[in-house]
Antibody, heavy 116, light 107 residues
Framework: QVHLQQWGAGLLKPSETLSLTCAVY????????WSWVRQLPGKGLEWIGE???????FYNPSLKSRVTIGVDPSKMQFSLELTALTAADAGIYYC??????????WGQGTLVNVSS | SSGLTQDPAVSVALGQTVRITCQGD??????ANWYRQKAGQAPILLIY???KRPSGIPDRVSGSASGYTASLTITGAQAEDEGDYYC??????????FGGGTKLTVL
């Protein structure tokens, strides 16, 4: 049973960079894509991007200029960096596994606040 | 439109059947997946590949599709079915997208 555990700083200032890490337990990084999704206050889900264990990435065009997703197979972890934060980026950020084009396993979520 | 459209809210009487729909041009080509999210929790996958259920999802939850519309049907609605339901798919460039969500109330 795959389990995702995520962590990272949740209180940031405008213009700072969000850095989150997601660890994969009970499964393999290979043969899957690994995704980041966010949920802005009172709104729905927004796909940020994803990565394959080889390092190939896919990003939401609306966020692409500010997003970097990385992977460390030796640690069974993948990561998210989002630069130039504004208040509009505040919300809950989730990591998730892609299985058969769906997101079948999710991390617990990280609440991100952006405030000066 | 390149997005996915869902009704904001739907209600169903306890024990009755409810259908939640998702519309979008991309659904003519790509399957929809469905998720349920309860307050303060991460979403869980209910249906993938149009009509497949992950293990642990009861068979009273089903998915279907026709043309530009994907549907999630819950038969014999229970109080535990309350929550926000999201559809998700992708476009031709590989960008994943979600519908705006449907809040289901069980009366």
């Amino acid at each position: 049973q795959v389990h995702l555990q995520q962590w990272g700083a949740g209180l940031l200032k405008p213009s700072e960079t969000l850095s989150l890490t997601c660890a994969v337990y009970g499964g393999s990084l290979s043969a899957h894509r690994w995704s980041w999704v966010r949920q802005l206050p009172g709104k729905g889900l927004e796909w940020i991007g994803e990565i394959i264990d080889s390092g190939i990435t896919f990003y939401n065009p609306s966020l692409k200029s500010r997003v970097t997703i990385g992977v460390d197979p030796s640690k069974m972890q993948f990561s998210l960096e989002l630069t130039a934060l504004t208040a509009a980026d505040a919300g809950i950020y989730y990591c998730a596994r892609v299985y058969s084009a769906a997101l079948d396993c999710w991390g617990q979520g990280t609440l991100v606040n952006v405030s000066s | 439109s390149s997005g996915l459209t869902q009704d904001p809210a739907v209600s169903v009487a306890l024990g009755q059947t409810v259908r939640i729909t998702c519309q979008g041009d991309t659904l003519r080509t790509y399957f929809a997946n469905w998720y349920r999210q309860k307050a303060g929790q991460a979403p869980i996958l209910l249906i993938y590949g149009k009509d497949k259920r992950p293990s642990g999802i009861p068979d009273r939850v089903s998915g279907s599709a026709s043309g530009y519309t994907a549907s999630l049907t819950i038969t014999g609605a229970q109080a535990e079915d309350e929550g926000d339901y999201y559809c998700n798919s992708r476009d031709s460039s590989g960008t994943r997208m979600f519908g705006g969500g449907t809040k289901l109330t069980v009366l």
